[in-house]
């Protein structure tokens, strides 16, 4: 018996809802979409790619740091960084798709919903009431990667925002307590990045969907987060860590053993390679081989017993591997996905785009987001989403 083609928005947020829970069952998933796609037909839309602002540089981005392996002393590292940058054909597939209203509904609810079941677990397992031998070993963190967990819980928390004022995906009385969970789990977390991305945007998310008294309410309620964040010990624990990290390293700047301080030597790195290679770049997968030369050479910072595969920064990390070329590609794909969404902001599906995109904005200045498996396919599933779906959210504010 034929499976019918509509059967595609099913396959389309398998991977979503599967980010947080299981990388084998986002890939497999993955996979079984693109066979699905193939079955389904809809390629044939291809046509439609032509309405897509990002089409080209996204083209050019997957052209180029498949090129980028010709110059590169570590293929086998770059066939890595590679195949990140060809899950952009998930953004294709999702731009030919005939999306309804009750598709983005399915897709955003099936990301809330691995979200609310990994932090469930973690819970449990933090708690000692649910033993699980693998996952993540930090506390509150569940089954994901600690650093996209964080950011996850954030942007669940930015939809919150924007669907407690429309009551598209869930009622109110499912809303609340689902957002207590998240930010509960936050500030438990050793969730820097989330925590310092929830101040920074959450702010800017009340004054856009917000006026009038509705904005003040949201930003006073914003700040007894905040405070309530402040008292948090693991969130105190995690800002006295940063400082001493960075002390550490700024009283010992030829090597660095420390977090923050390994950060900041990749990103110095990075910025060397781009300044030696500005054309071309080091070539794709070529950073920790590069890194370890200028190491030798006392041009950047030892980090002993770490091997660097990135800057922590997407823009330094893309301009390092691929040049002037791959830095202007990338930030004119993102670009062009950020005004597609910000034109679309009062619509669900303009709004989830958006939130992912601040943080993948700021995020990426301190992680390096373009090449992390996960948000390699996040970004292209979400770049995928329609512009106009068939019932639309009309543009007001309260």
Do not use: C
Request: glycine share 8%; no cysteine; aromatic share 16%.
């Amino acid at each position: 018996m034929k499976l019918p083609k509509i059967f595609i928005f099913y396959f389309y947020p398998l991977p979503v809802f599967f980010f947080s829970l299981s990388t084998a069952a986002t890939g497999i998933s993955g996979a079984l979409l693109i066979i699905y796609y193939i079955y389904s037909g809809y390629w044939r839309n291809w046509k439609l790619l032509y309405q897509r602002r990002w089409t080209i540089p996204l083209s050019g981005l997957m052209l180029w740091t498949f090129l980028g392996l010709l110059w590169s002393n570590d293929v086998s590292a770059g066939l890595k960084v590679a195949q990140m940058a060809a899950f952009g054909i998930y953004a294709f597939m999702g731009a030919t798709l005939p999306w309804k209203e009750k598709n983005i509904r399915l897709f955003i609810r099936l990301f809330l919903l691995g979200l609310f079941i990994n932090a469930i677990i973690a819970v449990l397992k933090s708690t000692g009431t649910l033993i699980i031998p693998y996952g993540q070993p930090h506390q509150f963190v569940g089954l994901a990667s600690h650093i996209w967990w964080s950011m996850a819980l954030t942007q669940g928390l930015l939809w919150f925002l924007w669907d407690w004022r429309h009551r598209w995906v869930f009622p109110r009385w499912i809303i609340a307590p689902v957002a207590l969970l998240f930010f509960a789990v936050l500030i438990l977390s050793p969730a820097r990045s989330g925590q310092l991305l929830f101040i920074i945007l959450v702010p800017a998310a009340i004054w856009i969907l917000y006026s009038g008294q509705w904005r003040y309410w949201g930003l006073g309620t914003l700040l007894l987060a905040i405070t309530v964040m402040s008292f948090s010990p693991m969130v105190e624990h995690r800002v006295e860590l940063g400082i001493t990290n960075l002390q550490q390293f700024w009283n010992n700047p030829n090597k660095t053993e420390t977090s923050w301080g390994i950060r900041i030597a990749t990103m110095e790195a990075g910025a060397e390679m781009f300044l030696n290679h500005p054309i071309i770049g080091v070539g794709t997968g070529d950073f920790s081989q590069q890194m370890i030369i200028l190491q030798k050479q006392g041009l950047v910072t030892k980090t002993p017993g770490i091997i660097n595969t990135s800057a922590s920064n997407s823009y330094l990390s893309e301009a390092a591997a691929l040049g002037l070329p791959g830095i202007i590609l990338f930030l004119w794909f993102i670009w062009s996905v950020s005004l597609e969404a910000w034109r679309v902001r009062f619509r669900p599906q303009g709004w989830f785009v958006l939130t992912y995109l601040g943080i993948f904005w700021v995020g990426g200045l301190y992680n390096t987001l373009i090449w992390g498996y996960v948000d390699a396919m996040e970004i292209a599933l979400f770049a995928g989403l329609p512009l106009i779906i068939k019932t639309d959210i009309e543009n007001e504010t309260l």
